[in-house]
């Protein structure tokens, strides 16, 4: 972890990192998807502030489902906060899969 509690997962979902390089940080420290930094943030809320490619918020989902429900510490989730119309559009569509958007 950094001196604000990221970890690498934080900060690749941050930098709109490939979703390779998500996958490989997400096999090596699995459990990072559901650690929380010093703001109250997921990964997942870092990739959905910085507008990250949808197959990261994708493999962040799968790697935590949970953390669609989890608040940061201003009480926001991390689909909502900053959730762009682009992206509101795919998480809203019928035809949204989380598995097809993994493909790599």
């Known amino acids: ?3 604000k509690g990221n970890l ?3 900060v690749a979902a941050a930098k709109k ?3 390779k390089v998500i996958a490989a940080l997400l096999v090596a420290h699995p459990a990072g998807a559901a650690e929380k930094n010093g703001d109250g943030d997921l990964p997942l809320h870092r990739a959905v ?3 990250a490619p949808p197959k990261v918020i994708a493999a962040l989902l799968i790697a935590h489902p949970a953390g ?3 608040k940061d510490k201003d009480g926001d989730l991390p689909l909502t906060k900053h ?3 682009r992206n509101r559009t795919i998480l809203r ?3 949204f899969s989380l598995r097809a958007l ?3």
């Open 1 to 3: 972890k950094d001196g």
């Open 93 to 95: 569509s019928t035809s």
């Open 17 to 19: 990192a490939s979703p």
């Open 8 to 10: 690498a997962l934080h």
């Open 102 to 104: 993994l493909i790599v």
């Open 49 to 51: 502030s910085k507008e």
């Open 83 to 85: 959730t762009t119309e």
């Open 68 to 70: 669609a429900a989890e």
